[in-house]
């Protein structure tokens, strides 16, 4: 199925003059969904299960369909709203509680995972007297024994508890049907009591019939189906609640078995065709769980000879054939994990040096290299990320990692990353990561893996990061970074090829400020009135929204934008306790007219300064990969 055309009316509001076009356009997917939800509405195929008579009066009509995004939104169409039981799409999450709750051992040790190929109501073990799998009601009542086990009364709290946390919300039960099942169910007793004759059940059978038929009996809507499911692909946490409901181990468990056997005896079908992990129950559900992409429910009670929606099906296929998303045909490219590769040749810190740490940083462009990562670091990312580093024939002595574009690791990723840190320290090359908060999980899960190497430092801030490498290449190379140094007014490049007449008149002109450490010199939006050259200490220029622009040491002029903009644009803040000569503008321009051609180198020097700006500025761009 492709998406119906939009009919008339949507097609008036689609035109661009119509001022509700904008208002009434939808993502895609929206669409997509209701478009399904039009086309299949008027199918009326199969009947609405009985053999529960309660579950006979569900309206047949009803149709709801919900899709949940990894990122906590939730699409929905039609009776997306309507409670209906849950029944066997119970049987997964309970399935992955009992494995957290009694441990994996004990929960395999008595319920197998091979597909049974019988319907789900068979009263049949396999060779070992076992239950087939988790998804045929032998198994399904087995893992409600395991917990009635453990929890005894609380058995069903324990199972309406869980079941709440995968929806995001408090999930009731309906009485009506449960009472109506526990009257009928002679079936699933007589499972039960076979499954307490091969110890599978060493609890009362009755109490274990009772949590079970309880299980099956909490009210779900489309909406909750397809949040259940997303926190299922979502290894195990509810993407709009952000709670981890499970653990990973139990996801990926209970996954597999829905991969192979959650569709009744359709379920080997389902998965050629469709290729979603998905599980249904004869209320009308379906759910669906496409891992690390979506969630999907949907409700409609007809249901077809083996016990799955009939509409819910049709839904499931769309989707799935529509955006392609059968589980087994993924690809990714791994390249898209580094945005930009440089070294401080290219690009620099935003420090302003003075000429001899800037010749022995000329002199080892290649020292510092900058890998600033974006999106999930995956497998093939971090693999790939590793690559890049060594694909250049030159060792690095720093390597900086910027994770602030990261937004995931995977367990993979990580440890292949930390396995490149480990490499790196044999060679002796520093790392240092930048865009990651010590508070931060990401940073536990880092160190919790790096263990005791030495050689990682972090910065939270990239250029602060770059800054830091580059004063250990002037340190390595025999330089040195005086913080302490005074200079004169002669040193500053912004008066340079003044005569020392000229510089002394502008030394008269001078007052000698002294700065505390953090005090504000210039604050954003005053009035610029004065230019400053600092004399001694370190200072930094900030926009009002926290980015540094530029760290300048003795020798450098600051507000001296002044002399073409009349209001200051940004903060300037001492770094350590500095010294500045503050020189008013009107005395400056007194000076300007007095002595025009000093008047004029001092603009020439400024617009070289400037252009000197820009080309550091230009280049950051350009390191932002294009291809
Ligand atoms: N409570 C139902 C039963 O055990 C669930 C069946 C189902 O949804 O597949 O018969």
Same mark, same amino acid.
């Given at each position: ?13 689609? +035109? ?53 995004? =990894?990122? @906590?939104?939730?699409?929905? $169409? ?44 068979? $009263?049949?073990? +396999? ?42 919300? !408090? ?47 909490? =009210?779900?809507? &489309? ?44 379920? @080997? ?59 087994? +045909? ?8 580094? *945005? ?5 040749? !290219?690009?620099?810190? %935003? ?42 024939? *030159? %060792? ?7 994770? %602030? ?14 396995? =490149? ?24 899960? $880092?160190? &919790? ?31 040195? $970074? ?12 912004? =008066? ?27 604050? &954003? ?36 934008? !002044? ?16 010294? !500045? ?22 603009? %020439? ?11 550091? &500025? +230009? ?9």
């Amino acid at each position: 199925m492709s998406p119906a055309q939009p009919g008339p009316r949507a097609k008036a509001l689609r +035109n661009p003059q119509n001022p509700q076009a904008w208002a009434a356009s939808m993502p895609p997917l929206q669409r997509f969904l209701a478009a399904c939800h039009a086309d299949f509405r008027s199918d009326d195929d199969g009947a609405v299960a009985s053999y529960i008579p309660e579950l006979g009066k569900a309206d047949p009509a009803h149709f709801g369909i919900s899709l949940a995004t =990894l990122d @906590g939104h939730v699409y929905e $169409i039609g009776d997306s709203r309507i409670p209906f039981t849950i029944q066997s799409m119970s049987k997964p999450f309970v399935f992955a509680l009992a494995l957290d709750t009694l441990g994996a051992a004990r929960v395999e040790s008595v319920i197998g995972v091979e597909p049974s190929g019988d319907p789900f109501n068979s $009263i049949r073990l +396999n060779a070992e007297n076992h239950p087939f799998n988790p998804m045929v009601n032998a198994g399904a009542i087995a893992c409600s024994g395991l917990i009635r086990e453990t929890k005894g009364e609380n058995a069903f709290e324990t199972i309406r508890d869980a079941l709440s946390r995968f929806a995001g919300r !408090a999930l009731d039960v309906d009485e009506a049907v449960f009472a109506s099942e526990r009257a009928t169910g002679d079936r699933n007793r007589a499972i039960g009591y076979l499954l307490r004759n091969s110890d599978v059940i060493t609890v009362d059978v009755g109490a274990v019939l009772d949590v079970y038929f309880r299980q099956c009996a909490v =009210l779900v809507t &489309a909406r909750d189906c397809a949040v259940m499911a997303a926190t299922l692909a979502n290894r195990g946490v509810n993407p709009v609640t952000g709670e981890q409901v499970v653990s990973t181990y139990a996801v990926a468990r209970t996954l597999s078995v829905m991969t192979s056997s959650g569709m009744y005896d359709y379920a @080997g079908e389902w998965i050629y065709r469709i290729g979603i992990p998905a599980k249904s129950g004869v209320g009308g559900g379906i759910l669906a769980s496409l891992p690390a992409r979506l969630g999907l429910g949907s409700y409609s009670p007809r249901l077809d000879k083996h016990g799955n929606s009939v509409r819910g099906i049709h839904v499931c296929e769309a989707l799935s054939s529509h955006y392609d998303l059968h589980m087994l +045909n993924r690809s990714d490219d791994a390249r898209s994990a580094i *945005i930009a590769d440089y070294d401080i040749g !290219a690009s620099p810190s %935003r420090r302003s040096r003075r000429v001899q740490e800037r010749n022995i940083l000329a002199q080892h462009p290649d020292a510092v290299r900058v890998l600033e990562l974006v999106g999930t670091l995956s497998f093939s990312n971090a693999d790939y990320v590793s690559r890049q580093l060594a694909r250049s024939p *030159i %060792r690095p002595q720093f390597v900086i990692f910027d994770l %602030r574009r990261v937004t995931a690791m995977t367990p993979a990723g990580l440890r292949l990353l930390v396995e =490149l840190f480990h490499e790196l320290a044999e060679f002796h090359v520093t790392v240092i990561l930048s865009g990651v908060r010590r508070s931060s999980p990401e940073w536990n899960d $880092i160190t &919790a893996l790096t263990g005791d190497i030495s050689n990682v430092r972090d910065f939270y801030l990239l250029d602060t990061a770059i800054e830091w490498a580059e004063d250990q290449i002037v340190y390595r190379y025999g330089g040195a $970074i005086d913080f302490l140094e005074t200079t004169e007014l002669g040193e500053q490049p912004l =008066l340079a090829g003044l005569t020392a007449a000229e510089i002394a008149e502008l030394a008269a002109l001078a007052t000698i400020n002294l700065y505390q450490q953090s005090e504000r010199i210039i604050a &954003a939006g005053d009035p610029a009135t004065s230019l400053f050259f600092l004399r001694s200490g370190v200072v930094h220029v900030t926009l009002p929204d926290g980015v540094r622009l530029a760290t300048l040491t003795a020798g450098q002029a600051f507000g001296e934008m !002044a002399l073409i903009e009349p209001q200051r644009s940004a903060d300037v803040f001492a770094d350590f306790s500095a010294t !500045a000569f503050e020189i008013a503008l009107s005395d400056f321009e007194r000076f300007r007219m007095q002595h025009p051609k000093a008047g004029e180198t001092i603009m %020439r020097n400024l617009a070289k300064l400037l252009a000197d700006r820009l080309i550091v &500025a +230009n280049a950051r761009l350009d390191v932002l990969k294009a291809d």
